[in-house]
Antibody, heavy 119, light 109 residues
Framework: QVQLVQSGAEVKKPGASVKVSCKTS????????ITWVRQAPGQGLEWMGW??????????NYAQNFQGRVTMTTDTSTSTAFMELRSLTSDDTAVYYC??????????WGQGTLVTVSS | QTVVTQEPSLTVSPGGTVTLTCASN?????????PIWLQQKPGQAPRALIY???NKHSWTPARFSGSLLGGKAALTLSGVQPEDEAEYYC?????????FGTGTKVTVL
């Protein structure tokens, strides 16, 4: 069965970076892209970006709000996607989700990773 | 800035029918926006219900249906069950980027 398992909760200081992983299984990793979404406490969902998982491609689309501060990558050898967010502030405290996505269809979702930014 | 608007909250009786809508400030929502609907319960990850306007996943209950209605994307719940109480989000595609709707809290009472 398709599974996306994310890395554990993180606590970071302002100005630091965080890298969240999303390990996939149960399907061909390079046949679907990965979308990243976050949700601040008590708030709605916010789209962060998408990465093509083809090893020869790996192109990305980032939301304007995160341009220059986020990098999405993949490791096809372990079927894992990564999302790194830099220059963290308290506004980045949120649950971060990955989702398998092909043809505008984010179907299977990870369980979420809580990132807390606090001094 | 692109804004996607949903009803903040709706209340429906068990067994009843409710329709949620999803509007874009850029104009009418069409199938080219590939409307997606997600359900989220407290403390859980979102669960995909509908993609490309009206297509259901294998796990989507038959009582959920998606459509376009009056220039908006719509999600209709027919024969609502108590377990349908949740937050519902639409997601629209704007040529390279997605934008989430503001979310609708559905209460079953």
């Amino acid at each position: 069965q398709v599974q996306l398992v994310q890395s554990g909760a993180e606590v970071k200081k302002p100005g630091a970076s965080v890298k969240v992983s999303c390990k996939t299984s149960g399907y061909t990793f390079t046949s679907h892209g990965i979308t990243w979404v976050r949700q601040a406490p008590g708030q709605g969902l916010e789209w962060m970006g998408w990465i093509n998982t083809h090893s020869y491609n790996g192109n990305t689309n980032y939301a304007q709000n995160f341009q220059g501060r986020v990098t999405m990558t993949t490791d096809t050898s372990t079927s894992t996607a990564f999302m790194e967010l830099r220059s963290l502030t308290s506004d980045d405290t949120a649950v971060y989700y990955c989702a398998r996505d092909i043809n505008w269809n984010p179907d299977y979702w990870g369980q979420g990773t809580l990132v807390t930014v606090s001094s | 800035q692109t804004v996607v608007t949903q009803e903040p909250s709706l209340t429906v009786s068990p067994g009843g029918t409710v329709t949620l809508t999803c509007a874009s400030n850029t104009g009418a929502v069409t199938s080219s926006y590939y409307p997606i609907w997600l359900q989220q319960k407290p403390g859980q990850a979102p669960r995909a219900l509908i993609y490309s306007t009206s297509n259901k996943h294998s796990w989507t209950p038959a009582r959920f249906s998606g459509s376009l209605l009056g220039g908006k994307a719509a999600l209709t719940l027919s024969g609502v069950q108590p377990e349908d109480e949740a937050e519902y989000y639409c997601l629209l595609y704007y040529g390279g980027a997605y934008v989430f709707g503001t979310g609708t809290k559905v209460t079953v009472l």
